[in-house]
């Protein structure tokens, strides 16, 4: 699948970070899109935690991706968990807030969905 994300707005480089993840998006499979979305996740926070990203990228990589999702894959099922993952994901910006993302939770269920 080759997905065009040049309509939505953001920078090139969030783009290029984006594509690959949306290119396993196999609607009769989502399984490998599921897992690597959540390897993914899992480098997000840990480059969060260590200083090498901030907040608003990481969110912006997520926003990115639900967008693309709801626009072409609006009823595709992909389970509560990765919902859960895109949602703590495009929340980001609002890291360390009350209502911000959880990384503990991004981690928790990045995990659980590589099981």
């Known amino acids: 699948m080759s997905v065009r994300l040049h309509g939505y707005g ?6 290029e970070v984006a ?6 998006l196999d609607p009769a499979a989502t399984g490998a899109f599921a897992k690597r979305l959540a390897q993914f996740a899992l480098e997000v926070v840990s480059q969060i935690e260590g ?8 969110d912006q990589y997520f926003t990115l991706i639900d967008l693309y999702i ?3 894959f609006r009823d595709l099922d992909l389970g509560q968990d ?3 993952l895109i949602f703590e994901g495009t929340i980001l910006h609002d890291y360390g807030k009350e209502y911000g993302a959880n990384l503990a939770a991004m981690k ?6 590589l099981r």
Request: a positive charge; zero cysteines; glycine letters at 6%.
């Open 10 to 15: 953001f920078p090139r480089s969030v783009e």
């Open 70 to 72: 709801t626009d072409h």
């Open 19 to 24: 594509k690959p993840i949306l290119d396993t």
């Open 51 to 58: 200083g090498r990203l901030l907040p608003k990228e990481g």
């Open 82 to 84: 990765l919902k859960d």
């Open 108 to 113: 928790s269920l990045a995990l659980k969905i």
